[in-house]
């Protein structure tokens, strides 16, 4: 089947489709419309079958082993890490540490670096715009270490206000965190520039990807940040792998967090000497089926090409904006100048679980809540939002079925 959006862009829609299964599923008797996409992505077949092929196939625990398959399976994690570290542009594969995900990344440096080099009276700055995950960890550390936590606030369009971030900077600031792309409001931040400020008065900054990794090229060498953390759940990758990017010489000055297996070079009951970069910072066992996995992730948003992606997302942007304004007592919250594709909205009259309610009972999947992000509903003083987000494999006949059902909605509660 064409579909109308196969002429718009370049890349042929309906096989991107085809490649994921779950879009065939049938939801309250309609075919599944997913717009939850920055809460997940959907798995590609490849990627599905990269992780039952490695089951079938590999399936041994990793670096301890010497046999067949234990060297099969370390050379396949190994290969991810390599993958990965060409996706980010980081320099070597050892400032790649697989994590969690994205807020195992940021409690990690929270714990670590954290508690290491921050003491009384420091400051760590981090925005309006956060997720919890970007929040708490460092209230946390404030808690325990007498640190001062500083927010940089926000116009209503929902962008940082650069003036404000660069007036709270001085030698008392010692880390920056902030997220690359709001989950809540899409806004793309200026992180290049976030990061050169912070850098100037000697502050270590970590970045939150967690959005931006499927959408924006990432090179962390151009950025010059001191960590960089995200999700490959995010990514059309399994869940349960993160990424923490830190600069060589930080994660070495940096104590180890998990203490276990593999973190070790040497135990005795006196004193233990722990390993090299990566695995320093690698305890246990780690999700090793979805770390391979994750490499055909990768492998398949590169193939597609990030810009290819990012042109035909940023086109269902506009195309769900101007049909999503037309209807009347809608307003989408997170109008940034540079934003990607995801919609905050509400209704007059009309609350966003009751509109999340019933758009599912036509078979469309949105976000409704505070999407982890409660200061930033209490800056806008909303409790929540109806949030539709998307990626590749969404059309504009998806669209036009959302404002078709919000239309219902209006018509039943409004
Ligand atoms: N930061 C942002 C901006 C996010 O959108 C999310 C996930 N919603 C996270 C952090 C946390 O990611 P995870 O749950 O994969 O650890």
Known sequence: MLLETDTISQLDIAQIRSDFPILNEVVNGKQLVYFDNAATTQKPRQVLDALAGYYEHTNANI?????????????????????????????????????????DGINLVAQTYGRAFLKEGDE?????????????????????????????????????????????????????????????????????????KAHAVGAKVLIDGAQASSHIDIDVQALDCDFYAFSLHKLYGPTGVGV?????????????????????????????TFNELPYKFEAGTPNIADVVASKTAVEYLEKLGKEAV???ENYLLEYAT???SSIEGLRIVG??????????FFMDGIHHQDIGVLLDQQG??????????????????IPGTSRASFAVYNTTEEIDRLVSGLLKVKKMLG
């Not at 067949?68 to 594969?93: D, G, V, W």
């Not at 010489?249 to 005795?268: C, D, S």
């Not at 109008?335 to 905050?344: D, F, G, L, Q, Y």
């Open 63 to 103: 670096h301890r082993g010497i046999h067949h398959l234990a060297e099969k399976a370390t050379a396949e994690f190994e290969a991810s890490r390599r993958r990965i570290q060409k996706f980010m542009n980081a320099r070597l594969p050892e400032e790649v540490i697989f994590t969690y995900g994205t807020t």
């Open 124 to 196: 760590i700055i981090i925005s309006t715009m956060e997720h919890h995950s970007n929040i708490v960890p460092w209230q946390m550390l404030c808690e325990e270490k007498g640190c001062v936590l500083r927010i940089i606030p926000i116009n209503d369009a929902g962008e940082l206000l650069m003036d404000e971030y660069e007036k709270m900077l001085s030698e008392k600031t010692k880390f920056v965190s902030v997220v690359h792309v709001s989950n809540a409001l899409g806004t793309i931040n200026p992180v290049a520039q976030i990061i050169e």
């Open 244 to 272: 923490l990017y830190g600069k060589e010489e930080v994660l070495n000055a940096m104590p180890p967090w998990r203490g276990g297996g593999e973190m070790i070079k040497e135990v005795t009951f006196e004193k233990t």
């Open 310 to 312: 990012a042109d035909y």
């Open 322 to 324: 101007d049909a999503l």
């Open 335 to 344: 109008t940034a100048a540079e934003k990607i594709s995801v919609i905050s």
């Open 364 to 381: 469309i999947a949105i976000r409704t809540g505070h999407h982890c992000t409660q200061p930033l509903m209490q800056r806008f003083g």
